[in-house]
């Protein structure tokens, strides 16, 4: 049997007073952020929160009171954490909560938009009794989950999951839809493959690059990625194009017939497309360039854009769908849902295949 996790234990891992770890951990105000963050971390850690006396003490029933309770008087918070390029006025980001309130819209449910709150009076900003559940869009620190967790609301995120603290997620299938793009690319005639992305930017790049990666093997096509174009800027698309111009004039070589860069998300592709451009690499007679997401812009570069598309409307009202069953049965297992996606094909590649077979035959 699990020992009981006290607040005792808590202070002595962290080195502060029991007087401190109380006032943490119910959200109030005297404690530095540093050491809120750690003592929630710790608490985190040795399963503190998982207790059903903490879960009572520090958030209401996740119970409803009956399958039947009206729900149109009742709001969902829509939390999207101010951390990178994640903002309602993205062309990703803000077409998933276009998502969540069409869903919500259907439903008669209102809604409340939060960046951010402070943890340590998030109870006393938030009328928890109006408050159906939570959406959390995108990557959150670790600290302001667990505040967001200890208001126990129904809860599910998109785009992130901490595997300290069970909650249903939904993700898009990255790593499906870099294998189609992988296996078109080497259908088309394309073996000279570069993943271009900074996979420690965000969990999907790294899946994205996965896919790649893990199709060239199994088809045992030899992978010889450029190290530096798995660390690009990401975040600074001018720096991204910069990097980009910098390896293909170092790499790029016009007999590798069969090139191809696929590029971690349509941002990163746009930037690759300029940098080719500055050195009249033409796309895609010499280089095919792909993306991921297909925004707006995808379609409107020069040449449009071969994409994946993630149907991100879709995301946000499968969200609220998931929530809105989290509230009616608190007790069913926790999910994990993976939405697929769909191969965009426009311009930017070439199938070097057909081009190979024109020039056969006209010699």
């Not at 059903?52 to 009956?66: D, L």
């Not at 980001?93 to 069409?102: A, S, T």
């Not at 509230?327 to 590649?349: F, G, H, Q, V, W």
Request: net charge neutral; charged share 25%; aromatic share 6%.
């Amino acid at each position: 049997m699990t020992n009981k996790v006290t607040m005792d234990e808590i202070a002595k891992r962290v080195g502060v007073s029991k007087y401190a770890i109380s006032k943490a951990l119910s959200g109030k105000s005297g404690v530095s952020e540093q050491t809120r963050d750690k003592i929630l971390q710790i608490a985190n850690e040795l399963g503190y929160f998982n207790q059903p006396r903490v879960k009572k003490k520090y958030g209401r029933s996740n119970k409803a009171s009956s399958t039947s309770e009206r729900l149109d008087k009742r709001s969902i918070m829509i939390l999207i954490p101010n951390i990178r390029l994640q903002s309602i006025e993205s062309f990703y980001w803000g077409h998933i909560v276009d998502g969540i309130v069409e869903e919500l819209k259907k439903n008669e449910l209102s809604m409340i938009i939060a960046t951010e709150y402070p943890a340590d009076n998030a109870s006393s900003l938030i009328n928890i009794q109006e408050l159906l559940g939570i959406i959390i869009v995108g990557t959150i620190s670790t600290p302001m989950l667990i505040a967001t967790s200890q208001l126990g609301l129904p809860l599910v995120i998109i785009d992130h999951e901490d595997r300290a603290i069970p909650t249903d997620t939904l993700f898009v299938d990255n790593q499906e839809g870099t294998t189609r793009l992988t296996e078109y690319l080497l259908h088309t005639g394309h073996t000279h493959i570069q993943f271009v992305g900074d996979i420690e930017f965000a969990r999907s790049f790294k899946e994205r690059w996965y896919g790649v990666r893990n199709t060239l093997e199994q088809h045992e096509v030899s992978i010889h990625q450029n190290n530096e174009l798995l660390h690009v800027n990401s975040l600074e698309i001018s720096q991204t194009k910069e990097q980009v111009l910098s390896y293909l004039k170092e790499n790029w070589k016009p007999n590798h017939v069969g090139s191809a860069l696929v590029c971690a998300n349509d941002d990163i592709a746009i930037a690759a497309l300029q940098a080719a451009k500055t050195l009249n690499i033409r796309v895609p007679e010499m280089l095919s360039i792909t993306g991921f997401d297909n925004i707006g812009a995808s379609e409107l570069s020069e040449p449009p854009l071969t994409t994946v598309h993630v149907n991100k409307e879709a995301l946000g009202r499968r969200a609220v769908e998931i929530l809105l069953r989290r509230y009616r049965n608190p007790d069913a297992a926790k999910e994990k849902i993976l939405m697929t996606t769909e191969l965009i094909l426009r311009s930017s590649t070439m199938n070097h295949h057909e081009t190979i077979a024109i020039a056969a035959t006209s010699k």
